[in-house]
T-cell receptor, first 113, second 116 residues
Framework: QQQVKQSPQSLIVQKGGISIINCAYENTAFDYFPWYQQFPGKGPALLIAIRPDVSEKKEGRFTISFNKSAKQFSLHIMDSQPGDSATYFCAASMNTGFQKLVFGTGTRLLVSP | GAVVSQHPSRVICKSGTSVKIECRSLDFQATTMFWYRQFPKKSLMLMATSNEGSKATYEQGVEKDKFLINHASLTLSTLTVTSAHPEDSSFYIC????????????FGSGTRLTVV
């Protein structure tokens, strides 16, 4: 119940295309769903996050779509650029207990020039 | 933004020695910090949750005597890898939950530990 399943494991997108990464969760107590970008040898950096009271959030080229009934959320990267090539992690947490983040397995994105 | 400063970024140590990794919250107070371990091309695995002024809470399977965590102040948490062995070589990352980020999480830059 603590798992967050993420797909695909890897993704190749042409420059200018749309990158889509999907995550699914089981625990309905989760109430915070962030996406992180990680470059090799660096810590994760928060890209965008959503709470379950909204179905979509957009920040620049990054959009989170959230489907509460399906317990799924996804990251869309519009106009993907080579500089977006990185590993992306979805995560989830709840606002009780130690509030620890549960991470997805990660998606390695390569944007080809 | 809220910054967590993690040091050192890289460390090489000999088997049997101990290594200390520090994480400092620079512009906010962190009552709770999280310590993760990450293997190459893998996700982050939570090791423990450190709470200021009290004992850390370790995840199942994490040896608390090997990975000593101290959270002595609201701005400093440390992870000490004791009697390090090559299998402890990994990327260690700390994180804190930040009120002014709408309770989002900020991460340190990570420490690459290599035990030889």
């Amino acid at each position: 119940q603590q798992q967050v399943k993420q797909s695909p494991q890897s993704l190749i997108v042409q420059k200018g295309g749309i990158s889509i990464i999907n995550c699914a969760y089981e625990n309905t107590a989760f109430d915070y769903f962030p996406w992180y970008q990680q470059f090799p040898g660096k810590g994760p950096a928060l890209l965008i996050a959503i709470r379950p009271d909204v179905s979509e959030k957009k920040e620049g080229r990054f959009t989170i779509s959230f489907n509460k009934s399906a317990k799924q959320f996804s990251l869309h990267i519009m106009d993907s650029q080579p500089g977006d090539s990185a590993t992306y992690f979805c995560a989830a947490s709840m606002n009780t207990g130690f509030q620890k983040l549960v991470f997805g397995t990660g998606t390695r994105l390569l944007v080809s020039p | 933004g809220a910054v967590v400063s993690q040091h050192p970024s890289r460390v090489i140590c000999k088997s049997g020695t101990s290594v200390k990794i520090e994480c400092r919250s620079l512009d906010f107070q962190a009552t709770t910090m999280f310590w993760y371990r990450q293997f190459p091309k893998k996700s982050l695995m939570l090791m423990a949750t450190s709470n200021e002024g009290s004992k850390a809470t370790y995840e199942q399977g994490v040896e608390k005597d090997k990975f000593l965590i101290n959270h002595a102040s609201l701005t400093l948490s440390t992870l000490t890898v004791t009697s390090a062995h090559p299998e402890d070589s990994s990327f260690y990352i700390c994180s804190a939950r930040v009120a002014r980020l709408n309770y989002g999480y900020t991460f340190g830059s990570g420490t690459r530990l290599t035990v030889v």
